[in-house]
């Protein structure tokens, strides 16, 4: 069964940057399922962030973050990585990484002002 583990989230200041990191154990990621990053804010639902493919030649990201988050992954390490960029408070949420039907525990980012 595969399980999906979240690191690299914290405190830090607006324009600051984190780097996220999703590493998959129990079997390798599917070739035809993207990975994705998500994120919940208190009090608001679950929403999309980025997405790639398998060859990482497709991404899809949400407007607020785009030109500030880059998704990637690294398929020999059967790790994804957000990469995010001049981070802003309304950044601040739990961050998910989802394969499919599976759900890592995520990671609190937050960015104080």
């Known amino acids: 069964q595969m399980q999906l583990v979240e690191s690299g989230g914290g405190l830090v200041q607006a324009g600051e940057s984190l780097r996220l990191s999703c590493a998959a154990s129990g079997r390798t990621f599917s070739y035809g399922i993207m990975v994705g990053w998500f994120r919940q804010a208190p009090g608001k639902e679950r929403e999309l962030v980025a997405r790639?493919?398998?060859?990482?030649?497709?991404?899809i990201y949400a407007d607020s973050v785009k030109g500030r988050f880059t998704i990637s992954r690294d398929n020999a390490k059967n790790t994804a990585y957000l990469q995010m960029n001049s981070l802003k408070p309304e950044d601040t949420a739990v961050y998910y990484c989802n394969h499919g039907n599976v759900w890592g525990q995520g990671t609190q980012v937050t960015v104080a002002s």
């Open positions: 790639i493919n398998w060859s990482g030649s497709s991404t």
